[in-house]
């Protein structure tokens, strides 16, 4: 019984959806049935792996890349208070701009294609990071940092021995809400700057003859996917941490 | 003479928290620094340890300026100074990363069966109590083999039957050792079941006000005569009558 009542919400939220679509039938929302039925037609038609793949690929790599550069720029940033004191209005400056202010420059820079949208992830995803490493940077205990300089630890084997694992648990937590602005921005960038991927078939399927059924069936993946890619970074957080 | 503080003054901003400190600490020997909060008494051991420079006059080891935290003298914060991502092993095996693998390996060994931890040696800090945490962080600071210990109120965090057995085992593990120890407390009671001398200091501006030897072989009887005397003497030097 407890088992269902996470979907409970789902469920009710379907049938009120399936009965309102079916008493205004002139209204052009399709029901739960016609989206299921539009997914359907998407997986036969190869599209339905083909988008969401490229959906994920152009997530992996912005995110990754900006990974890979905003963990040693925050830790850089932390450790360093005139590093900070000169770059951190910067960054509080940026902070506010939409990632999808950027889809015109990313656009006259990289063209339309793969490489403006992993730009666009790789904006949204550097800042949050770069803040979040910052952040967990500042709340080593000092105590750790005294006994690691007492010791003499080289620097390589403070890296790994105490900086990186004291900051771990909470750049995690900054990943996995991290994960979650990249792919709200992957579809908003696909709708503008791509052909591929479930943004661009939201934006297709209005343009190419309202195929409300197709718009809606992409939604209905993105959040799919959405709560796969959170699930994904809190195992890999519960496995880190235990 | 082993530690030798030359009038140390320190101040922070406006605030003076140190006046004029001098104090000579033998080889072997372990002192306890004693004084109220605040009274400036962790600072001072903050700079011997080299984590802060005085603000005048200077701290000689040997006779040789202390200009930095240094290995060979380790200094032990209260049990949260154990890396909590690091098992026992991990954690009593931090300093010694210059050592061959056999080598560490021994080393660690002796230092966990010295504290009595053998069995939790892939235990991590979070599995154990308060006591064994610092047992692992005298330890660690034992296995780099320092001259010279500091201990922050290491026991302040921990209930009073834990408290007494583990100054019998340091008191062991001192004999042992035979290291040079600075010990940081605000209880009359530790320091006179400790030290061979207990260095007690004024409220702040921290001042020494009076040096009292301890002179009780080990171990002590806490009730006889003379252990009574020189803890009554030491309430009354810090101005507290021995009455509730």
Request: hydrophobic share 50%; aromatic share 8%.
């Amino acid at each position: 019984m407890s088992k269902l009542l996470p979907f409970t919400g789902i469920a009710l939220a379907l049938a009120a959806w399936h009965f309102a679509a079916a008493a205004h039938p002139a209204s052009l929302l399709p029901g739960p049935l016609m989206v299921a039925r539009a997914i359907g037609e998407l997986a036969s038609r190869g599209l339905l792996l083909k988008y969401v793949v490229a959906s994920l690929f152009r997530v992996t790599w912005g995110y990754l890349g900006a990974l890979l550069l905003a963990v040693p720029a925050g830790m850089a940033l932390g450790l360093s208070r005139r590093g900070e004191m000169a770059l951190n209005p910067l960054l509080q400056l940026l902070r506010p701009i939409s990632p999808l202010a950027w889809i015109p420059v990313a656009i006259l820079w990289f063209g339309v294609g793969d490489l403006s949208a992993v730009f666009l992830i790789f904006i949204a995803s550097f800042l949050p990071l770069t803040l979040a490493t910052m952040k967990a940077v500042h709340d080593i205990d000092p105590v750790h940092l005294s006994a690691a300089r007492n010791f003499d630890l080289p620097p390589h084997r403070l890296l790994r021995q105490v900086l990186l694992p004291a900051i771990l648990p909470q750049l995690l937590v900054g990943m996995r809400i991290t994960v979650g602005i990249a792919w709200l921005v992957v579809v908003a960038a696909e709708m503008i700057a791509v052909n591929s991927g479930l943004g661009f078939l939201i934006i297709d399927a209005r343009n190419a003859g309202n195929r409300y059924d197709l718009v809606i069936a992409g939604m209905v993946l993105i959040g799919l996917i959405g709560v796969a890619l959170d699930l994904l970074v809190r195992r890999a957080e519960q496995r880190i941490a235990a | 003479m082993k530690v030798r503080f030359h009038d140390v003054s320190m101040h922070f901003g406006a605030i003076e928290v140190l006046e004029a400190i001098n104090l000579d600490v033998t080889e072997g020997e372990l002192v306890c620094i004693l004084g109220p909060s605040g009274c400036g008494k962790s600072t001072l051991l903050n700079i011997a340890g080299g984590f802060l420079e005085p603000s005048a006059g200077e701290v000689t080891i040997d006779g040789q300026r202390v200009s930095g935290p240094d290995r060979r003298r380790i200094f032990v914060f209260q049990e949260r100074g154990v890396f909590p991502w690091l098992t026992v092993e991990g954690n009593i095996g931090f300093g010694l990363f210059d050592l061959s693998d056999a080598e560490r390996r021994a080393r660690i060994a002796h230092y966990v069966a010295l504290v009595g931890l053998k069995g939790f040696e892939r235990s991590y800090p979070r599995e154990l109590s308060g006591g064994m945490k610092q047992r692992v962080e005298v330890a660690r600071a034992l296995a780099v083999n320092p001259d010279v210990l500091y201990l922050d109120e290491p026991f302040g965090a921990l209930d009073s039957i834990t408290r007494l057995q583990m100054r019998s085992e340091l008191l062991r593990i001192w004999e042992a050792e035979k290291k040079t120890i600075l010990f940081v407390t605000h209880d009359i009671e530790e320091s006179v079941q400790l030290a061979d001398r207990v260095v007690v200091l004024s409220a702040r501006p921290g001042r020494v006000r009076r040096i009292v030897e301890i002179d009780i072989a080990h171990p002590r009887d806490l009730s006889s005569p003379r252990y009574l005397a020189l803890r009554d003497e030491i309430f009354g030097e810090i101005g507290l009558a021995h009455k509730i």
